[in-house]
T-cell receptor
Framework: SAVISQKPSRDICQRGTSLTIQCQVD?????MFWYRQQPGQSLTLIAT?????????ESGFVIDKFPISRPNLTFSTLTVSNMSPEDSSIYLC???????????FGPGTRLTVT | KQEVTQIPAALSVPEGENLVLNCSFT??????LQWFRQDPGKGLTSLLL?????REQTSGRLNASLDKSSGRSTLYIAASQPGDSATYLC???????????FGPGTRLSVLP
């Protein structure tokens, strides 16, 4: 299994600013992901964080808006850039590990943009 | 493209009832299927993981079944308790285990 922590747990930010969310896993994992969950909605995959290379983004998400780093097998960051109120969401870090590819989630970061 | 649906969208039951949540997916070529629980404003907690070769998994009062040929999974909760109140999501892993597609969730309320 994997235990995932995220910082910050929540933040209120002003339009036009940027926020970096940190994700730490307690063990080395092969795959790490970032999801967004807008109010009342299910999860949408933003990107797969690749260790040592550029992240792989899903349709509708771009690196300039959501730059991602993954310097090693246990840590990743997601930056939400030039924020607007539409970016208000819960951002979730997840990891898959083991031969079964079981997926684990962090507690999420609740972002409000005013 | 894989699509996942969940029925019902919301469910309210009295404490002690047994209940079934449904998950359907359009592409039967899956690697695995995972059920999660999400409390309001929180992250997801993994409940059960079923590999494509398995028919069911059990953990305590929870039992999840998988029928790949019909594109369905069910989550059975026995003797429901108010603490079971949460949103339950199913997620389907594609045939390479690389991508998960989430359903919209079922919001469960168990009334004391």
């Amino acid at each position: 299994s994997a235990v995932i922590s995220q910082k910050p747990s929540r933040d209120i930010c002003q339009r036009g600013t940027s926020l970096t969310i940190q994700c730490q896993v307690d063990s080395q994992v092969t795959m790490m992901f970032w999801y967004r969950q807008q109010p009342g909605q299910s999860l949408t995959l933003i990107a797969t964080a690749n260790q040592g290379s550029e992240a792989t983004y899903e349709s509708g998400f771009v690196i300039d808006k959501f730059p991602i780093s993954r310097p090693n097998l246990t840590f990743s960051t997601l930056t939400v850039s030039n924020m607007s109120p539409e970016d208000s969401s819960i951002y979730l870090c997840s990891a898959r590990t083991g031969l079964n590819y079981e997926q684990y989630f962090g507690p999420g970061t609740r972002l409000t943009v005013t | 493209k894989q699509e996942v649906t969940q029925i019902p969208a919301a469910l309210s039951v009295p404490e002690g009832e047994n209940l079934v949540l449904n998950c359907s997916f359009t592409d039967s070529a899956i690697y695995n299927l995972q059920w999660f629980r999400q409390d309001p404003g929180k992250g997801l907690t993994s409940l059960l993981l079923i590999q494509s070769s398995q028919r069911e998994q059990t953990s305590g009062r929870l039992n999840a079944s998988l029928d790949k040929s019909s594109g369905r999974s069910t989550l059975y909760i026995a003797a429901s308790q108010p603490g079971d109140s949460a949103t339950y999501l199913c997620a389907v892993g594609d045939n390479y285990g690389q991508n998960f597609v989430f359903g919209p969730g079922t919001r469960l309320s168990v009334l004391p």
